[in-house]
Structures are given as structure tokens and as C-alpha cells.
């Protein structure tokens, strides 16, 4: 079953971190580019990172590019986002997703998704 699973999101207060996982199963992984995007209420959605997975390639939205990391864990199967001072701005549902070709921010070029992961910064 081909499939990504999100984990590692919650609460956390201003200033905080948390690091999300995607676990993927059921892919040929050095095929896939893995990205992350979120969802705030009321606003679109919107690219946050991806990696390639063959050669570890990364690419990052300009407003997270200091704050967040990710990377991947060939052993795991599993692409982490790390993220670091969190802000209330960065209050969304974070879910990955996996895309076969080369890097890309334009979440309609991915056509798997996990099930998303909530990500909650309280002031």
C-alpha cells in the first residue's frame, strides 16, 4: 500500500520547536521528491519544503528558509521537518507529499498525500 503517514505535531507555545515526520511506505523512494505544505484556517495552501530523495536535494519557501529544516532519513523511510521558533503565523495543518519528477512548490503537481498533521503555536 502506497502511502505517507504525518506524526510529531501539537501544541507548543511561541518560541517553541517541533519536529513533524512522514513515513512513507509502499514507494520507490529514490524516485520521489517529498514535500511539505500547511494549511491555516481560512487561507490557502500553502509550500513550506521539499527534499529530492536520491540526492537529498532541498528546496524552501523564502519566509521559512531559516527557521525550518528538512531532511531524510533513507534507513526510516522518513522525511522530518524541523522547526524552530515557532510563531502563531505558523498555526496550519502540515501535511507531505510525494510527486515523481523534479522539485516543485506547486502542491498540484503532487498526487500523494498523507492525512496532515496539526501544528498549534499559542502566543
Known amino acids: 500500500q502506497v502511502q505517507l503517514v504525518e506524526s510529531g505535531g501539537g501544541l507548543v507555545q511561541t518560541g517553541g520547536s517541533l519536529r513533524l515526520s512522514c513515513a512513507a511506505s509502499?514507494?520507490?523512494?529514490?524516485?520521489?521528491?517529498i514535500g511539505w505544505f500547511r494549511q491555516a484556517p481560512g487561507k490557502e495552501r500553502e509550500f513550506v519544503a521539499c527534499?529530492?530523495?536520491?540526492?537529498?536535494?532541498?528546496y524552501y519557501a523564502d519566509s521559512v528558509q531559516v527557521r525550518l529544516t528538512i531532511s531524510r532519513d533513507n534507513a526510516k523511510n522518513t522525511v522530518f521537518l524541523q522547526m524552530k521558533r515557532l510563531n502563531p503565523e505558523d498555526t496550519a495543518v502540515y501535511s507531505c507529499?510525494?510527486?515523481?519528477?523534479?522539485?516543485?512548490?506547486?502542491?498540484?503537481?503532487?498526487?500523494?498525500w498523507g492525512q496532515g498533521t496539526q501544528v498549534t503555536v499559542s502566543s
Open positions: 507529499a510525494g510527486r515523481i519528477g523534479p522539485i516543485s512548490s506547486n502542491g498540484d503537481e503532487y498526487d500523494l
Open positions: 509502499g514507494l520507490t523512494f529514490s524516485r520521489y521528491v
Open positions: 527534499i529530492r530523495w536520491s540526492a537529498g536535494m532541498t
